[in-house]
């Protein structure tokens, strides 16, 4: 497993490569990947299902407990299929929907390493992993979202998701951190197996809040839903794999994995129930509003993921059941909607269901589709929506807390839901013909193949969910997220009750909503300046916010002139190197004449070279006489048997003054402009740091808390290691980690330098970069 | 501002370039035993074509570098430091784990932390040489 998710990244690494041999049979290729994951799941299915939970271990970095490990219990089961069956569908769809595009490797490429990081996210069983995952689906779903990056508003919408899913990936790694330590286990399977109640923990409810702000921000829940439509700027096929069938659903998924450890609290549930049912609410709501199918397909997205968040805040064994039903049918009719939504989108050219009609002749089989899903996302029998659908409204209606509430919520989310559901299957197919940008034609087989499959399964599902090992999944799933055992059995028929009255009148409600829609609309588009104070607003507003600060902190700390960074840092410095010496510890002076003749002489050519250069008025000088300063300390270096440190610090000197005489040339010419008191102040900093330099060392060389390491690495260097070379073999081996931490270190700062010196290349050339001028005005100064 | 070089530094160049080259690959192999090592090797043949820098300017040195630009040198680096990690994947422990193989006929020692040295030599030399032509380039337009 772990294989497959890792094959997944050198997959979409090598997605360039694979277009180039293969052109427009890419997308089919790319396809055979979640295929095969799909068939290896359902194959390891019976097992989850007879002997439950399966752990796949690989220790990684055993001594900071980081393990890859992957956890496959129905939860995951259900997920991993949902990713990679609809992942395989809308792989074969982007390769209609995107043909010829020029930059379709580059989609290619996010949208594999995408599947890859959400498989990660649902399988992994480390708290950390998990979390590694789930921020990786962020970064691609950013890379989708701004797949047409010469667009303004894709851009604008695609930051937008980032920072919010990356602002509640914080708060979440704070929750799992916290997590970690308040039940002493960085594995989820052990979490939930231990037999300590969490709930009692005195951390729980930070680390609660913390993991509900991760939740809610990914999952789009009020009053942070704003950025999923404004992600409708990505390409379709994107829209209808990470923003509605999977990624949005990685704050759910984390919530129903968390449900038998921390679920069921007063907290939980009413936060849970309330913003859900609220979300749910608003969701459809907005959603009447819009004419861009894509939009009204957001917001009835946003409506399900409130539904699914309020069923995990009531909690009891209906509202589990609900869950998975309603997860696994709104995951199959809303990914074949919003494929429904490209073919028109692409055949027709715009994406207003008013500007479309009577396009059921010329679309037979994308209209029959259309209806299908329509029907499932309406609830209607015998789809299976209309199972999840009733599920939902028993579980409402059977709440302990805020029962009122979610049931008016859930009904009056019905209501519009069915609006919006008659709006997309009916609006554009029948009525009048109206022109239309493009001339529709059928869509092509490929783009069928994806929406007709999960239309189909909807049906097929609603019809035989017994006979299609639905409920064995969907046992196993509800299993794992109540934490007991919870079998499922689903029917279309569960006699004349209060839900089936509910849906009955909803669904009577709702299409006289959708005859009336134009009107309605005219009435709601009077309520547009009061929408424009909602949480996009205050969004708008803290980012601005955080801009001005920026420009406000950056105009007075980094203001350009390197002898006020410079000042800042040692200021900083003594004051903290000065607080542990004189006040945490007392200051050794052991002074032990036992110096040599010519160790004297070589420190003090360098107390000369350092005087030189502070007095000199010639910067080729100054530079010199650090330069001799550098290699002094290399000599040092030599005389105390340190060659590997002595060739080091030679090299590096020599580096420096070749770096230091290429930017001497480009200096003004040399003048005093320090007054007096500036040149005291500097020269008081400057031995202030001497004194505290010589106090620091003299005293760390008397303090012995610990243990040397040296003798181990002396020892075991040859051995274990061979190399003799003990520096070396910290550098490589030891402590190879950290190199590799340098060397990107070393990387961005060169990257940096080459960055910058251009950046002043292109302006003196006439090239000037707007807006950003290149930061330093005066860089250096006598 | 910077002149190309006298006939001295000229021909010292010339001769010295590929001398330092060499022993910095010396140092680089000999590292994990003798004092040397990737990033001590990095910085002596970026002294190299430093010196040939100083002595024949930008263009000629980019074309003894041949094409390559050194930006791509770091990325190679950044690349043979994560390669290195993944060979003990396969052998199922723990990241970074040093393996070692012998290669028969020469009696060499590759190692995993030979790759990973490799990739500290490239990183280093492609930074130095990155930073040192962007600033002879922009001398070379502003007289």
């Known amino acids: ?782 | 501002m910077v002149k190309s070089g006298t006939i001295i530094l000229n021909t010292a160049a010339r001769f010295l370039m590929p001398l330092q080259l060499m022993f910095s690959v010396f140092l680089l192999l000999r590292g994990h035993d003798e004092p040397g090592g990737g990033f001590i090797a990095g910085l002596v043949a970026a002294g190299a074509f430093t010196l040939y820098l100083f002595a024949f300017g930008v263009s000629a040195t980019k074309e003894v570098l041949r094409m390559v630009d050194p930006r791509d040198l770091i990325g190679a680096g950044l690349l043979f430091g994560m390669i290195s990690v993944v060979p003990a994947w396969f052998m199922g422990q723990p990241f970074l784990t040093a393996q070692w193989w012998t290669i028969p006929v020469i009696d060499f020692k590759a190692s995993t932390p030979l790759i990973f040295d490799i990739g500290v030599y490239l990183a280093v030399l492609g930074s130095v040489m990155g930073m040192v032509m962007a600033l002879m380039e922009v001398d070379k337009d502003e007289p």
């Open chain 1, 1 to 782: 497993m772990q294989f497959a998710v890792l094959m997944g990244f050198v997959l979409a690494a090598s997605s360039p490569l694979l277009n180039r041999w293969f052109g427009e049979r890419t997308s089919l290729l790319l396809a055979l990947f979640p295929a095969l994951i799909a068939g290896w799941l359902l194959s390891q299915a019976p097992l989850v299902f007879s002997e439950g939970p399966q752990l796949l271990e690989w220790e990684w970095v055993p001594s900071l407990g980081i393990s890859l490990t992957f956890l496959l219990d129905g939860l995951s089961l259900l997920f991993g299929l949902l990713i990679t069956v609809i992942g395989t569908c809308v792989l074969i769809y982007a390769g209609g929907y995107l043909k010829g595009h020029h930059d379709i490797a580059r989609f290619h490429l996010a949208l594999v390493a995408f599947m890859a990081s959400m498989l990660g996210l649902v399988l992994a069983d480390g708290l950390l992993t998990l979390f590694i995952f789930w921020e990786l689906t962020s970064i691609t779903s950013y890379l989708l979202i701004g797949f047409n990056h010469t667009d303004i508003e894709a851009r604008k919408s695609a930051r937008q998701g980032l920072f919010v899913t990356v602002a509640g990936g914080l708060a979440l790694m704070a929750g799992l951190v916290l997590l970690g330590v308040a039940s002493g286990s960085w594995s989820l399977y052990e979490i939930l197996q231990s037999d300590d109640d969490l709930r009692q923990h005195a951390l729980y409810t930070p680390l609660l809040i913390c993991l509900l702000l991760g939740a809610f921000t990914k999952s789009a829940q009020f009053p942070f839903h704003f950025w999923l439509p404004n992600a409708m700027a990505a390409p379709t096929p994107v829209s209808a794999y990470l923003h509605s069938a999977t990624m949005v659903k990685a704050g759910i998924y984390l919530l129903a994995r968390l449900q038998p450890e921390l679920g069921g609290t007063g907290m939980w549930v009413t936060v849970l129930s309330v913003v859900g049912a609220t979300t749910m609410l608003t969701g459809a709501f907005l959603a009447i509003h819009h004419t861009n199918i894509k939009k009204l397909l957001a917001y009835s997205t946003i409506m399900a993921l409130g539904t699914l968040t309020m069923l995990l805040g009531i909690g009891s064994d209906y509202a589990m059941t609900a869950f998975v039903t309603f997860l696994l049918a709104h995951s199959m009719y809303k990914g074949a909607l919003f494929m429904v939504a490209g073919i028109l989108d692409h055949e027709t050219g715009t994406k207003d269901v008013t500007a479309m009609g009577g396009l059921r002749s010329v679309m037979p089989v994308t209209a029959v589709i259309a209806f299908i899903a329509a029907l499932s996302l309406s609830g209607m029998p015998p789809l299976f929506g209309f199972i999840g659908k009733e599920l939902m409204l028993e579980a409402a209606l059977g709440a302990e807390r805020v029962q009122l509430l979610l049931v008016l919520f859930a009904f009056l989310a019905a209501i519009l839901t069915i609006a919006v559901a008659a709006v997309i299957a009916l609006r554009p197919f029948y009525g009048a013909r109206h022109e239309t940008p493009k001339t529709p034609h059928e869509a092509p087989l490929s783009m069928l193949i994806g929406p007709g499959l999960l239309a189909f399964g909807s049906l097929a599902l609603g019809l035989a969910p017994a006979m299609l090992g639905a409920d064995a999944m969907l046992t196993s799933a509800a299993t794992a997220v109540s934490g007991g055992a919870l079998p499922v059995s689903l029917s279309l028929w569960y006699g004349v009750n209060v839900a089936l009255i509910m849906s009955v009148v909803s669904l009577i409600l709702g299409f006289l909503l959708f005859k009336r829609w134009d009107s309605v609309r005219g009435q709601l588009a009077r309520l547009a300046p009061v929408m424009r104070y909602g949480p996009e607003a205050g969004y708008e507003g803290l980012m601005n916010g955080i801009v001005r600060f920026s420009e406000w902190q950056t105009r007075l700390l980094q203001n350009g002139y390197m002898r006020n960074y410079i000042l800042v840092m040692l200021v900083v410095l003594i004051a903290l190197i000065g607080n542990s010496i004189l006040l945490r510890h007392s200051p050794q002076l052991a002074l032990t004449l036992d110096v040599r003749f010519h160790e004297v002489i070589v420190v003090a050519t360098m107390a000369m070279g350092a005087l030189f250069a502070t007095i000199s008025r010639s910067r080729l000088g100054a530079v010199v006489s650090v330069g001799i300063m550098g290699f002094s300390i290399a000599l040092i270096f030599i005389l105390f048997s340190a060659p590997d440190l002595g060739i080091t610090q030679l090299l590096v000197e020599t580096m420096t003054v070749i770096l230091l005489v290429l930017v001497l040339f480009r200096l003004p010419r040399f003048s005093n402009l320090s007054t007096n008191l500036e040149r005291i102040r500097d020269g008081s900093v400057a031995a202030t740091m001497g004194v505290l330099i010589f106090l620091l060392i003299m005293t760390a060389w008397s303090i012995d808390q610990f243990e040397t390491i040296s003798t181990y690495m002396v020892e075991n260097s040859a051995p274990l290691a061979h190399g003799r070379n003990i520096v070396n073999v910290i550098l490589v081996d030891y402590r190879a980690l950290d190199t590799l931490g340098e060397m990107f270190v070393l990387a961005l700062a060169a990257i940096g330098v080459i960055a910058m010196l251009k950046l002043r290349h292109g302006e003196t050339e006439g090239k000037a970069v707007d807006g950003e001028k290149a930061s330093v005005k005066e860089p250096y100064d006598g």
